[in-house]
């Protein structure tokens, strides 16, 4: 009888001794992959594949010619260009509350915000080297990778704000966009151009847009 309860056992011991080891509720899974994107997890470098469980503190590598689309439990939907790296820092899901705080390391991402976006005061950030984006019910894209400033876009919903410690801006149309070069505030809110646009779109796309669109797709 002694050996049923060895296993559940062992698990609650492991459990006791490592916290970090616990079985946490997973906070999205991956939906789309193309190439050999990664995770770091408790320090170990592990191959994502779709269908994937992504957990809190998880980061996300997209090395060369690697691309992914996440999909939170709220129905958020994240894609990320090559060479990112992308923290899952902080994801706290409530029907009436959240508070999402995420990193990007480097890199490019788009982001259609779900449910949390539709919350009253919903508290959804991205945090980079250069400033910090947040959110009130939108889709925007944000990234390092036409030159060595942060560039934002804002492609539909409530508005976004980028911030960092010399000034702020907020984006309130379709297309309004700002960049922030290091140790300078953003720059005057100003429409992107379609072709810059077009090159967001491509950066970021996991599936080949659907023809005759004119708008993101993954």
């Known amino acids: 009888m002694l050996s049923l309860f060895k296993s559940p056992l062992r698990v609650l011991c492991l459990m006791l001794l490592f916290p970090s080891l616990s079985f946490a509720d997973a906070i999205g899974k991956v939906v789309l992959v193309k190439g050999s994107p990664l995770v770091v997890r408790e320090q170990q470098h592990l191959f994502i594949k779709r269908n994937d469980k992504l957990f809190q503190n998880d980061t996300v590598i997209t090395p060369v010619?690697?691309?992914?689309?996440?999909?939170?439990n709220d129905k958020t939907t994240l894609s990320l260009a090559e060479n990112t790296e992308f923290e899952l820092s902080k994801y706290e899901f409530g029907?009436?509350?959240?508070?999402?705080?995420?990193?990007?390391?480097?890199?490019?991402?788009?982001?259609?915000?779900?449910?949390?976006?539709?919350?009253?005061?919903?508290?959804?950030?991205?945090?980079?080297?250069?400033?910090?984006?947040?959110?009130?019910?939108?889709?925007?894209?944000?990234?390092?990778?036409?030159?060595?400033?942060?560039?934002?876009?804002?492609?539909?919903?409530?508005?976004?704000?980028?911030?960092?410690?010399?000034?702020?801006?907020?984006?309130?149309e379709a297309t309004d966009g700002t960049m922030v070069k290091p140790g300078m505030a953003p720059s005057t809110v100003k429409k992107w151009s379609q072709d810059k646009l077009i090159k967001a779109a491509a950066a970021t796309e996991v599936k080949k847009k659907a023809q005759g669109s004119s708008s993101f797709d993954y």
């Open 65 to 72: 010619g690697s691309r992914i689309l996440i999909k939170f």
């Open 95 to 172: 029907k009436t509350k959240s508070d999402v705080s995420f990193k990007m390391l480097k890199g490019a991402f788009r982001t259609l915000t779900g449910k949390i976006g539709k919350q009253e005061n919903p508290k959804f950030e991205i945090h980079t080297p250069i400033a910090t984006i947040g959110v009130r019910g939108t889709e925007f894209w944000g990234g390092m990778i036409f030159s060595d400033a942060l560039d934002v876009t804002m492609l539909s919903g409530k508005g976004v704000y980028v911030e960092n410690e010399l000034g702020r801006v907020e984006l309130t």
